[in-house]
């Protein structure tokens, strides 16, 4: 396995892993590990794949791609996708700042998420938004009152929980089932409609669903549509002409060890069908398809260990770095840098104090021993936005890669950023 391509923008060149056209062993030289590596071109290839299927799939029909920051914060990876010309979709104060920060005006932003506050609602309106996903009827309430206090007029999109079955491959990654958190509960939909129709600041301009995530098949997304299209209908006939947007949430799969991924011509010819003569603009959020492929997350091993009969790889990363493997039971392969040699069943393991801190089970392997870089692969999305300091461990650095060149987009953290909000004299106020 000397030369080749393992997945578009990571190859081997002369036996060496590289990210574009820079080796994994020159950028672990240069920042250490564990460090998070990603493929600016790759990004651009995902959401140009994204953007002219659907764009031949529904020429008539008025749409736009907004990235799911919570995938991937990484400012110069928003700033890439913005180039592309996509807008985002935040859930939070941290990154409506962070989409600011990397160049997004008020109109690229949906502000999506089950629980809003009233300082985050009122930053969302003084940036002006696109328009809000509501999840509650609590939140519509509290978003008049924020609007009203401010004399404007807030545009809302309610997130409809559309309650159906979704295929994806872990529980915690379902949202649109009867019962989820999410959403508005479908029989309260229309009744919520109305409450937003007649609010006096609020104006109800969309309808949002986001059914989960890892999606491969267009079937869920019919059956979702198939529930939400009557509910437009009867607004309509209802007297709510202000329905302007249809936001189909994110979801689209990738593929991390065999699974198909995301058919974009399909899901694509799919939305044509289901939204043409609607008159409204389709908003898509996908996070993971978008990035997760184009990154990698580069460690180093420390030691080989037998216990029990097994063998363990122990890594400088562990769950703190990449926690999708002990949160998710997610797959992610895992290839060393320099070529391959030798063959070995191992539990490759992090330095973290918890029996649950591995990045990957019984998994075959080359025969790596201590020093050699491993890539592990799809770490492009929630991997370093999931990262913590447990174990008061910093948090990794962040490399982009274009073409044959690199730069650090996030320097490691220091041992001092670790407590650096934290006081050991304390300043003690009385009762
Ligand atoms: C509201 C919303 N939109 C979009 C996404 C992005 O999902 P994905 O990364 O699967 O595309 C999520 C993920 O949880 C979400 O909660």
Request: charged share 20%; hydrophobic share 45%.
């Amino acid at each position: 396995m000397g030369q080749g391509v393992l997945t578009p923008g990571f190859a081997r060149v002369d036996g060496v892993l590289h990210a574009d056209d820079v080796s994994l062993s020159q950028i672990a030289d240069a920042v250490g590990t564990p460090a998070y590596v990603y493929s600016l071109g790759r990004v651009r290839e995902q959401y140009t794949r994204l953007e002219r299927a659907l764009a031949s799939a529904m020429p008539d029909v008025p749409h736009r791609v907004h990235f799911s920051v919570k995938a991937n914060s990484n400012l110069a990876v928003l700033r890439t996708l913005q180039e592309c010309g996509a807008g985002v979709d935040i859930v939070s104060a941290g990154e409506l700042f962070r989409a600011r920060e990397a160049g997004f005006g008020g109109a690229d932003i949906v502000f999506s998420g089950v629980g809003k506050t009233a300082e985050e609602l009122a930053h969302a309106l003084d940036v002006q938004v696109l328009f809000v996903n509501v999840e509650s009827e609590g939140e519509l309430r509290l978003l008049n009152q924020v609007a009203g206090d401010r004399g404007v007029v807030a545009p809302v999109a309610l997130r409809i929980n559309p309650e159906v079955t979704v295929e994806s491959p872990h529980e915690y990654i379902r949202t649109g089932e009867k019962g989820h958190k999410f959403g508005i509960p479908y029989d309260d939909a229309e009744h919520v409609a109305m409450l937003a129709h007649t609010l006096p600041n609020v104006e109800l301009v969309g309808l949002d669903m986001h059914i989960g995530s890892q999606i491969a098949v267009w079937q869920p997304y019919a059956e979702a549509l198939d529930r939400i299209k009557p509910l437009i209908a009867t607004l309509r006939s209802a007297g709510v002409q202000s329905l302007r947007f249809l936001d189909l949430g994110g979801g689209l799969a990738v593929t991390y060890e065999n699974e198909a991924p995301a058919d974009v011509e399909q899901f694509a010819a799919g939305v044509a069908a289901a939204v043409r003569g609607l008159g409204l603009s389709i908003v898509f959020e996908p996070g993971r398809f978008l990035v997760a492929e184009s990154g990698v997350l580069l460690a180093r091993v420390l030691y080989r260990k037998r216990s029990g009969g097994k063998d363990y790889v122990i890594t400088d990363a562990g769950m703190n770095d990449l926690v999708r493997p002990s949160h998710y039971q997610a797959y992610h392969r895992i290839e060393p840098v320099s070529a391959p040699h030798g063959a070995i069943v191992a539990d490759v393991v992090g330095p973290v104090c918890e029996s649950g801190d591995f990045l990957a089970l019984a998994r075959d392997l080359p025969d790596v021993g201590p020093g050699d870089l491993l890539a592990v692969f799809t770490a492009g999305a929630y991997g370093f936005v999931m990262a913590s300091n447990y174990n008061s461990r910093p948090r990794p650095a962040e490399v982009v890669v274009d073409g044959d060149r690199f730069a650090v987009a996030t320097e490691r953290e220091r041992l001092e950023d670790l407590v650096r909000l934290e006081r050991a004299h304390l300043q003690w106020r009385s009762a």
